[in-house]
């Protein structure tokens, strides 16, 4: 009977042995300021997923203050950096819906902008130059958007001169986009299609790198519709803007 109760003792505590291992948590105990500048530490080091972790710990235990705004704000760009930029972008969208008129809001604008601008990039994009012309216009077009609104609502940002710069390239890739659509419907001959997209370059994004070609495709387009007054204005206008170029 004895020999029967220790065999049992050994088995329960055997199978305890085999149960799963509780995961030690290295923060417990930490207050706010050590669980921040551990955040910090870990997301400059390019630990990024460690960074994620310790913000939502951080705002989990201490969801008000100080270093609980500035989590919030942090973590989006730990996501950046990791390659979420959904979660990023949900990130900052939080962070602005809370904080409307904190003094970094310009910061969580801009960083938006810069997310949008990054989306759909690849490890190639570190060796060579991207073709943003040739993205999806609709995220070339929300990044304009995001910096457009770091220009107007906060025109003594710190972001501002560089949102304005990152708006010049952008308006060259979307009318360089547009350009490429324009061309695609001239190779199929479908010129009104073609002279449609022209003007809408023109009228859209004047000094653009790509009026010169939309002038020029609209002129095609119009000698092919048989339309001479336009085609007449329109090699007038090239010959105006562009004669030393010829």
Known sequence: MLTRSILFTICT???????????????????????????????????????????GTLEARYPFGHYATQAQLDIAYAHFKFGEADLAIAAIERFIKLNPRHETTDYAHYLRG????????????????????????????????????????????LYTDDSKQRIVY???????????????????????????????????????????????????AYQALGLDELVTDTKRIIDLNYASDS
């Open 13 to 55: 505590l055997l199978l305890a042995s085999c149960g799963p291992v509780k995961e030690v948590d290295i923060t417990e105990g930490w207050d706010v300021e050590k669980l921040f500048r551990n955040a910090r530490s870990e997301m400059n080091k390019g630990n990024y997923k460690t960074a994620i972790d310790r913000y």
């Open 114 to 157: 810069i997310i949008n601008f990054n989306r759909g990039g690849s490890i190639l994009d570190k060796v060579v130059d991207r073709d943003l012309s040739n993205f999806d216009r609709n995220i070339l077009l929300t990044a304009y958007n995001d910096f457009e609104l770091v220009i107007r609502k906060y025109p003594t940002s």
């Open 170 to 220: 952008l308006r060259n890739e979307l009318a360089r986009s547009d350009l490429k659509i324009a061309q695609y419907y001239a190779s199929r001959s479908a010129w009104v299609a073609s002279a449609n997209r022209t003007k809408s370059i023109i009228r859209d994004y004047p000094g653009t790198n790509a009026i010169k070609q939309a002038l020029e495709l609209q002129l095609q």
